[in-house]
């Protein structure tokens, strides 16, 4: 395979990667994505000692390279303070330093837009830069769900709206969906979301 595809491979996974961590970190998965990082290791690895002649390939090799190398001393530093028990925030600053949240606008029952048909904990998301309602009221539900599973750790809104409406837009847009509904699933004690596109 060419230089040129194996970059733009690496670009798109490096990306697809970022989106994996951040949504492990926003306690969205219940597992790092360590496969895909190997896959991402494997294809820096493969050029690191080759001697690249075209300077434009060149440049975008060690650009990403480089990118992945800092992105994965942030990962690994985030992934350290959560096995010691001192969770991140997402800029790796310590989550007790940050100022506390202002309290959640209240959320009418109906401005949620249940998916219809479904058990509670079930979000509609049609728009996700528009569906603050619902998502927010799927916010709620996650930490309350959490909660009584035990888990710890503290979830930012910030954070888990950033990783769902990535998740939305990219089911959306690859599905020709019109909308998804986001589920909540509780299994060995690990809250985590599903999510099913709308035709």
Do not use: C
């Not at 490096?14 to 492990?24: T, V």
């Amino acid at each position: 395979m060419a230089l040129e595809d194996d970059l733009d491979i690496l670009e798109r996974q490096i990306r697809l990667l970022q989106i994996e961590w951040d949504k492990f970190f926003g306690g969205v998965e219940k597992k790092p994505p360590n496969e895909l990082r190997a896959r991402v290791d494997q294809l820096v690895k493969k050029y690191a000692y080759t001697e690249i002649r075209n300077n434009a390939e060149r440049f975008r090799y060690q650009t990403l390279s480089s990118r992945y190398a800092t992105f994965n001393e942030l990962w690994n530093k985030r992934l350290r303070a959560i096995e010691e028990g001192r969770p991140l925030g997402l800029h790796g600053v310590h989550e007790r330093h940050a100022p506390p949240p202002p309290p959640p606008p209240p959320v009418p029952a109906a401005a949620a837009r249940r998916a219809p048909g479904s058990g509670s904990g079930e979000v509609r998301v049609k728009d996700p830069a528009a569906d603050g309602a619902a998502m927010r009221s799927l916010f709620e539900s996650f930490v309350a769900a959490r909660r009584a599973a035990g888990e710890s750790g503290p979830v930012k809104f910030e954070s888990f709206q950033k990783v769902i409406s990535q998740q939305a837009a990219r089911i959306l847009s690859e599905k020709g969906a019109q909308a998804v509904d986001f589920r909540l699933e509780t299994k060995d004690g690990k809250v985590s979301l599903k999510a099913k596109p709308v035709k």
